[in-house]
């Protein structure tokens, strides 16, 4: 795949709209730990709120790497909203407009482009990365199925309608059939929730404090049998199809740390251009320089491997390249925690208080190497292409594949 033509136009509007409107308000948003609801218009405005959803269901048809584009330039203004614009256009919305039903994607299609930020619910107390550890269950019942179970950390618990939940699936006689997504709408700032459907705690985050991450319970949890989310392997293999969206969403994040990262870096340049000590600007200082070269060199390498697995779309699947999404995501993730903190250092004393955004852009950037797969866990993926060998993570999945070997 080959950028859009219109992808430098498309960067500068993303630009525009981010430093002339959410830059202002991002320090709010934090302040108050409340979700960016007045930045919504902007976005549907500006079509960057379901821009990857095909013309056919109202979307504006856009690749990853464009939606790329506009996320860089809008994390460097506000982390927040850029999450929301990852999660509008990446990872549970492309499983379900490349996997739903007709219904199942004009339902997806009407609430993104309403403005309304999905949430994917996989994480459980004692399944994190091992997703396939999750206990939560959908038994077959009839024409609909019956989930109970327990979620954490799902991000926009609280003000998300669209949830694409993850659970064990058991067919009527009781057999697991494997994991599968299931769709369930609610408006929880209506209070309106699916009985039995409970968000049960906020929990306090370090960063992206207007994000809410939430617990949810499911007990007795009806959902009709057409929201379920079937490949065409079905449930016993379709669980690796669904998650292989997911690579999108680590390209997303990854980017939202690059941009972070970026608008750290320019509020850097343009303080050392500025700040004299020994009578001359600090930008003449040599070891400073160093430290500038440094982080715009992480900068450029970071965007290229994004640029390169956004890119990857279409390639053989209709979502980046697995190996080089958790490459991308694991190098920009944790440069970008180095870029800020050196940013920070150059302002001295200045860049430790909260008056300047460089304390909030650290405690922000910090989770992308935790959520969205956790850079050990990427190691690992990373690991495995290079030994051209499956690398199992559970304590006899060695002896059980040597078994089957």
């Known amino acids: 795949m080959s950028p859009s033509p219109d992808a430098g136009a498309l960067r500068e509007r993303a630009r525009a709209l981010a430093q002339g409107t959410f830059a202002a308000r991002a320090a709010e948003w934090d302040r108050t730990e409340q979700y960016c609801w007045a930045n919504i218009p902007d976005l549907l405005e500006a079509g960057f709120m379901g821009m990857t959803i095909p013309r056919d269901y109202g979307g504006g048809g856009r ?11 809008i994390a460097r203004a506000c982390t927040l909203t850029a999450r929301v614009v990852v999660e509008a256009n990446m990872g549970g919305i492309s499983a379900i407009m490349e996997y739903g039903t007709e219904a199942q994607k004009r339902l997806a299609a009407g609430l993104g482009l309403a403005g309304d930020k999905p949430a ?21 019942r009839g024409d609909r199925y019956i989930l109970n179970g327990r979620k954490v950390w799902i991000t926009g618990g609280g003000v998300s309608r669209l949830h694409l939940l993850f659970a064990r699936v058991f067919d009527a006689a009781g057999r697991e059939e494997g994991i599968g997504g299931f769709i369930v709408v609610c408006d929880p700032r209506q209070g309106q929730l699916p009985k039995g459907f409970s968000v049960v705690r906020r929990e306090p985050p370090m960063g992206l404090r207007g994000m809410p991450e939430a617990e949810l319970e499911f007990t007795d949890v009806e959902v009709p049998a057409e929201m379920a989310l079937v490949p065409p392997e079905g449930f016993r293999r379709g669980f690796a199809r669904l998650m292989a969206a997911y690579n999108s969403q680590r390209v997303g994040a990854g980017t939202i740390a690059m941009g972070v990262a970026a608008g750290a870096l320019d509020l850097a340049v343009d303080y050392v251009k500025r700040r004299r000590q020994f009578g001359r600007p600090i930008a003449e200082f040599q070891g400073l320089q160093w430290m500038l070269a440094d982080m715009d060199t992480q900068l450029a390498a970071s965007r290229a491997l994004l640029h390169q697995a ?6 053989d699947s209709r979502f980046p390249d697995p190996v080089l999404a958790a490459r991308a995501k694991l190098f920009a993730s944790e440069a970008a925690i180095r870029v800020v903190n050196d940013a920070l250092q150059l302002f001295g004393a200045r860049g430790y208080s909260r008056d300047l955004p460089l304390e909030r852009m650290a405690r922000d950037v910090r989770m992308f190497t935790i959520g969205g797969g956790t850079a050990q866990v990427l190691r690992n993926a990373v690991a495995a292409a290079v030994l051209g060998m499956k690398l199992p993570q559970t304590r006899d999945g060695y002896l059980n594949r040597e078994a089957a070997e």
């Open 310 to 315: 956004a890119l990857s779309q279409g390639r």
């Open 120 to 140: 994917i619910a996989i994480t459980e107390p004692e399944a994190g990365s091992a997703a396939t550890a999750m206990t939560t269950r959908a038994e077959r």
């Open 63 to 73: 690749s990853f790497h464009d939606a790329v584009l506009v996320v860089e330039e």
